[in-house]
């Protein structure tokens, strides 16, 4: 990581405790990361280690129970709800592993979805749509149901769902988790090209050492705590 980048996000001594009952499970302890602008990261660890805990925390979908969460030079652990739902819109894109398409729903009206809570007018809806189908190379199946695109063009929707409102923040939750080889390396050269071509900082879960290479670092959750390592 070069001394003169941009942070972007910086978490800062961040713990997270579940309660079950009376019983306390501590996810995180003391935890430390910072994701320049336009890195592309990989989060890996072993089930339960806390990667997607941590990506919420990131993304404003939890809290920590200490520590900060620092994006952009605001600090999202302190926004009222209403304040971090709207803060979430405008900088946070999310790809899941099982795509959370709405079935009844095209393609288009999928990656139309978040812009519902802009002010855009239809019109310029419809450009953004467009725009975001287009990145992910599916205009021409832009008319179709999920039920009728394969599972790799159903996560291209999705991540065209999570980049037309051009976020800040694009976060990946094992985006090639339910994918052969073959449709998960094309999934990851596009997480590729939208960091490099159009400058998109990514922080991705995963559990695949073949994912993981395709970032340019790789983080391991243990026990709460990160170790880095550089990807060529």
Same mark, same amino acid.
């Given at each position: 990581?070069?001394?003169?980048?941009?942070?972007?996000?910086?978490?800062?001594?961040?713990?997270?405790v #579940?309660?079950?009952g009376?019983?306390?499970?501590?996810?995180? @302890?003391g935890?430390?990361?910072?994701?320049? %602008?336009g890195? #592309?990261?990989?989060?890996?660890?072993?089930?339960?280690?806390?990667k997607?805990?941590?990506?919420?925390? %990131?993304?404003?979908?939890?809290?920590?129970?200490?520590?900060?969460?620092? %994006?952009?030079?605001e600090? %999202?652990?302190?926004?009222?709800? +209403? +304040?971090?739902?709207?803060?979430?819109? +405008?900088?946070?894109?999310?790809?899941?592993?099982?795509?959370?398409?709405?079935?009844?729903?095209?393609?288009?009206?999928?990656?139309d979805?978040?812009?519902?809570?802009?002010?855009?007018?239809?019109a310029? +809806?419809?450009k953004?749509?467009?725009?975001?189908?287009?990145?992910?190379?599916?205009?021409h199946?832009?008319?179709? #149901?999920?039920?009728?695109l394969?599972?790799?063009?159903?996560?291209?929707?999705?991540?065209?769902?999570?980049i037309?409102?051009?976020?800040?923040?694009?976060?990946?939750?094992?985006?090639?988790?339910?994918?052969?080889?073959?449709?998960?390396?094309?999934?990851?050269?596009?997480?590729?090209?939208?960091?490099?071509?159009h400058?998109?900082?990514?922080?991705?879960?995963?559990?695949?050492?073949?994912?993981? @290479?395709?970032?340019?670092?790789?983080?391991?959750?243990?026990?709460?705590?990160?170790?880095?390592? @550089?990807?060529?």
């Amino acid at each position: 990581m070069s001394e003169n980048s941009e942070i972007l996000v910086h978490v800062k001594d961040v713990e997270k405790v #579940f309660r079950r009952g009376s019983e306390e499970i501590h996810v995180l @302890a003391g935890l430390d990361l910072e994701v320049p %602008i336009g890195e #592309f990261l990989a989060l890996m660890g072993p089930s339960g280690s806390g990667k997607t805990t941590l990506l919420n925390l %990131i993304g404003g979908l939890d809290r920590p129970t200490r520590g900060s969460v620092v %994006i952009q030079g605001e600090r %999202i652990d302190q926004l009222s709800d +209403r +304040r971090l739902a709207g803060w979430r819109a +405008r900088h946070v894109g999310l790809v899941f592993q099982l795509y959370n398409l709405l079935p009844v729903l095209t393609a288009e009206r999928n990656v139309d979805l978040p812009l519902l809570l802009t002010n855009l007018s239809k019109a310029d +809806r419809r450009k953004h749509v467009e725009t975001a189908l287009s990145v992910v190379g599916l205009s021409h199946r832009a008319k179709h #149901f999920p039920r009728q695109l394969s599972g790799g063009e159903q996560q291209r929707v999705g991540i065209a769902r999570a980049i037309v409102t051009d976020p800040t923040l694009l976060l990946c939750d094992e985006p090639t988790g339910d994918l052969d080889r073959k449709a998960g390396d094309e999934i990851l050269d596009l997480l590729q090209a939208l960091n490099r071509e159009h400058g998109k900082t990514i922080v991705m879960v995963t559990h695949d050492p073949h994912a993981s @290479a395709r970032a340019t670092r790789t983080v391991h959750l243990t026990k709460g705590q990160l170790s880095s390592e @550089a990807i060529a």
